[in-house]
């Protein structure tokens, strides 16, 4: 993708995206009796077998990949919820619907490793895969609006994902209307005569795209 | 819909108690911020406490035969948190690197350093001068040998790098903040609103970063 030839642009990787992702908590239920474990980042369990219990998401990662457990599939990514969500996107042109920070990644991590564990996973999976592609058109439409009096964007629900890919455009563009509209680059152009519109007539700029 | 917003903000409040949530967090506005911020010394110090506490429980289960499965758990939460801590420290000798001779001009900047980044950053420094200055500059005619600026009439530093502060940068409300103003003239103002998500230019809200009441992500 553009953007990503300059590293100041992209900060995040994708896999560090994912990173942040994996201390999301889920429910996992043990088939096995475990006792708690202190660890840096919290304390969890004891666990005991069918007993259901809140972890990290690579914590519940790995005990799958070892049949230690089974995950179960968060609220939102049923398909009631999803076909719910799908809709309400299709409906609102200028919002994004409110989803998990992370349910691109939840849900890519859950599709990998705990697919078996998902109840109807196939259509979950298209339905994911369908609100993510309305949420990036309405990201992308959103973007053709940015002008020179653009100072603010708001994006309010947008997931850490999509904040990361769409990033190096929308800063890049806002970056270069913000140097063409600043007053010494007008000023410049005023002197050098090519563009004679004095600084004074521009009036107050706010277009912050109503969310 | 209500439930996904009240688990989300529920376990982020029960995990923001933890020191490695809040070094990721600084983790993240580190990434995400054209300058170097304040380096929290006590946070950095307890979290390395805590990765060496864990290494020597690691030894003790060598030694006492604990379920494998078990010690391989905790490993891969001490990989965890080793991965951020490098990634943050190394995240900041780059910055440092590369505004060395910006940030040794000012107190307020080298103030945000923690003793061996000022140490390093002072070295650096001296390296690059003495370095230019052999290689180029005591080739150059009177005038255009100072390693800040580019010939006897620049006004300023001008050959310094100094962040872009002026960039834009994307940020989460933690709480309300309200009414907020973007510029100096007064022109521009936002509500903010908690849990907003908002493009806005850095130099604006640097001051609701660096005490905390806005997330860069």
């Known amino acids: 993708m553009a953007g990503q030839s300059d590293p100041h642009l992209s900060i995040f990787s994708p896999s560090e995206v994912e990173f942040v992702a994996e201390d999301e908590i889920v429910e996992i239920v043990p088939n096995i009796r475990m006792e708690a474990l202190n660890m840096i980042c919290g304390d969890f369990g004891p666990f005991f077998p069918q007993i259901a219990s809140k972890v990290p998401l690579w914590l519940a990662v790995a005990l799958k990949k070892r049949g230690k457990c089974t995950i179960r599939t968060p609220d939102w990514m049923t398909v009631d919820r999803l076909t719910q969500v799908l809709d309400a996107e299709r409906e609102s042109p200028k919002e994004f619907q409110p989803l998990p920070f992370h349910y691109i990644e939840i849900s890519k991590l859950l599709f990998d490793h705990a697919r078996d564990d998902i109840s109807d996973a196939y259509l979950v999976r298209s339905l994911i895969e369908d609100i993510r592609d309305v949420r990036f058109h309405k990201v992308e439409t959103g973007l053709e609006t940015i002008s020179g009096r653009t100072h603010a964007v708001k994006l309010k629900n947008l997931s850490a994902m999509e904040v990361n890919i769409v990033r190096p455009f929308m800063v890049r563009t806002l970056q270069a209307f913000y140097k063409h509209d600043s007053p010494q680059m007008i000023q410049q152009a005023d002197n050098i005569g090519s563009r004679p519109t004095p600084v004074t007539d521009r009036g107050p700029r706010r277009d912050l795209r109503r969310r | ?217």
């Open chain 2, 1 to 217: 819909m209500s439930t996904w917003e009240d688990d989300e903000s529920s376990s982020a409040a029960a995990a923001a108690t933890t020191d490695v949530d809040l070094l990721k967090r600084a983790w993240r506005k580190e990434k995400a911020s054209p300058e170097i911020l304040r380096f929290d010394s006590p946070l950095v110090s307890r979290v390395r406490e805590q990765i060496q506490l864990l290494e020597e429980t690691l030894d003790d289960f060598a030694e006492s035969g604990v379920d494998d499965l078990v010690v391989s758990l905790y490993q891969m939460d001490l990989d965890r948190t080793l991965f951020l801590l490098r990634s943050y420290l190394r995240l900041r000798l780059q910055k440092i690197e590369k505004y060395m001779m910006h940030i040794s001009k000012s107190e307020d900047l080298l103030s945000r350093l923690s003793q061996q980044e000022q140490r390093f950053a002072k070295s650096c420094t001296e390296m690059m001068e003495k370095h230019l200055e052999q290689s180029v500059l005591s080739k150059l005619p009177y005038g255009y040998d100072s390693v800040t600026r580019q010939s006897l009439s620049s006004t300023e530093d001008d050959m310094v790098p100094e962040p872009q502060l002026d960039t834009f940068v994307f940020c989460k409300t933690k709480s309300d903040v309200g009414a907020f103003q973007l510029d100096d003239i007064g022109e521009e103002v936002v509500d903010l609103v908690a849990d907003d998500l908002y493009v806005l230019r850095y130099k604006s809200i640097k001051g609701l970063v660096e005490n905390g009441q806005i997330d860069l992500i």
